[in-house]
């Protein structure tokens, strides 16, 4: 009985050993498992922090307060690219500040006027440390295009690229967009011109800035808004990729045939009735630029003495008084001439002038296909966001009156590099054409005067012009921001 008893002892342990292993040999299969899963995780985590400090250390404008974009953004030319910039994918780090509040902005004007209130508006969200709702465009202006601002520039683009300064949304958060839309927030039309310590004491929860054009200063603010507004400018604001495509198609099309000139025709109906400028215009089309004026009640200047205003050099050239120009300044007429512009007032009659010295007439209209255009027609913005790309790449810049784009242009050449881009005289001009057209002037003489007027008008660095209390007459913040040029005097 002993040894029975001894015997099934030893095959009833038998086993429960055996479990006893089997938990043991489970107990360190686990063990492994966590060991490998934590180290895993901890390499992922050292990976992920290398790489924040990597584009925290790496060299590059998004370090700190913003700079401007750096010489790389240049244009390309040649036939091995048409592109306007070089893109760059790296990402700034996002920056981590205290929201004060959620700033929106109802941009006023064409594409332009538009962008350069756009580089305004971040750069004041920078300052009082706000977030930015996504700008919402004109509608109701006089071209009356229904374009939002992602069907004109990359909206995604402009938020990411700007993250390291500030935090930009597409809309607001639920919980404060049922307030905006019952208007429960602050609307006020900035002060024209003002210093950025205006906007010092905004403490809304939500402002909305319902007027945006020349909101800032063109001088005397911190280096650092200045550089941010630049850096908005040239970098941020990227047109959409249907648009770039065609830009650099047309821009492709135009340098497979050589040097091209961009001529901003300003000579549109909008701009005419605006200005009261009717020379050369028949005694009708006077009459229905004058009730176009008078039908648009935010124009607030009614009576306008046309010829008094073009002596003053107030007035956009003519067809016919560009061709002079153009002429006298030696221009090749041989040389492709893009005109960037809309319809122009009187159509094929008042550009006969310019047609027949300057042969090689081009379009956007006649160098692409009607289809090509078919999705930007009715939509002024996004077709001058054409010209704006060709005008940049161009080799030289005419504009023949300073409106909006042409001083943007302007500042945009300087910084891809000074590009050749003649301001016009008019004032100058105005009185020398009416001397040559009284023949009390000969062609030789009025040329060389042409070309002496504008000797120091080609784009060159030079410092902007300051006029105390009179920012309307100084220089413009954007076409020239010497605070973002490698080379200023």
């Known amino acids: 009985m002993g040894s029975e008893w001894r015997g099934e002892r030893h095959h009833g342990l038998k086993p429960h ?35 924040a400090l990597g584009q925290t ?24 690219s048409t592109s306007i910039f070089i893109n760059k994918t790296v990402l700034p780090p996002k920056r981590i500040y205290r929201n004060n509040g959620y700033m929106m902005v109802s941009c006023n004007g064409g594409l332009n006027q538009m962008r350069a209130a756009i580089c305004d508006m971040v750069a004041i969200a920078r300052y009082l440390n706000v977030t930015l709702i996504v700008p919402e465009l004109d509608k109701t202006s006089f071209w009356s295009d229904p374009s939002e601002f992602q069907d004109i520039f990359d909206i995604d683009h402009f938020i990411t690229s700007l993250r390291d300064e500030v935090r930009i949304l597409k809309e607001l958060p639920p919980r404060l967009k049922w307030r905006a839309e019952k208007g ?32 800032l200063a063109n001088n005397g603010l911190p280096l650092e808004i200045q550089k941010l507004r630049c850096r908005v400018n040239f970098a941020a604001l990227r047109f ?11 821009i492709r099309i135009l340098q497979q045939n050589g040097p091209f000139l961009v001529l901003h025709l300003r000579y549109e109906m909008d701009m005419l009735a605006f200005s009261g400028c009717t020379h050369g215009c028949t005694d009708e089309e006077a009459e229905e ?7 648009y009640p935010w124009w607030k200047e009614k009576v306008i003495n046309s010829e008094l205003k073009r002596k003053d050099g107030l007035c956009p050239l003519t067809p016919e008084e560009t061709a002079l120009v153009l002429r006298a300044l030696d221009v090749d007429r041989h040389t492709q001439v893009y005109i960037a512009a809309g319809e122009i007032y009187g159509g094929e009659r008042r550009m006969r002038a310019l047609s027949n010295v300057f042969p090689n007439l081009v379009r956007k209209e006649t160098l692409l296909e009607p289809s090509d255009l078919q999705h930007f027609q009715n939509h002024s913005s996004q077709m001058a966001a054409l010209d704006y790309m060709v005008s940049l790449a161009s080799d030289t810049f005419v504009p023949t009156y300073d409106g909006n784009m042409a001083k943007v242009v302007e500042g945009h050449r300087r910084h891809l590099g000074f590009k050749k881009t003649i301001t016009i005289d008019r004032k100058v001009l105005m009185e020398l054409i009416d001397q040559y057209a009284n023949e009390t002037l ?3 003489d009025f040329s060389s ?28 913040f954007y076409s020239n921001p010497q605070e973002c040029l490698q080379e200023s005097l």
């Open 17 to 51: 050993a055996e479990a006893k292993a089997e938990r043991l040999k489970s107990r360190s299969k686990f063990k492994v498992w966590m060991i490998r899963t934590t180290t895993t995780v901890l390499l992922w985590t050292c990976l992920l922090q290398l790489t």
């Open 57 to 80: 250390w790496a060299p590059s404008v998004w370090s700190g307060w913003s700079s401007c974009p750096p010489p790389a953004d240049v244009p390309i030319h040649g036939k091995q």
């Open 184 to 215: 429960m927030m602050y609307t006020m039309p900035p002060v024209s011109w003002s210093d950025i310590s205006y906007y010092k004491n905004q403490k809304h929860k939500i402002v909305h800035f319902n007027r945006t054009d020349t909101r």
């Open 240 to 250: 959409t990729s249907q648009i770039e495509e065609l830009g650099r198609r047309v």
């Open 289 to 295: 630029l004058t009730r176009m004026r008078y039908a």
């Open 442 to 444: 000969g062609w030789e």
């Open 449 to 476: 005067s042409v070309k002496a007027t504008h000797a120091n008008r080609m784009g060159r660095p030079t410092r902007r012009v300051m006029i105390p209390d009179r920012p309307k007459e100084e220089d413009y």
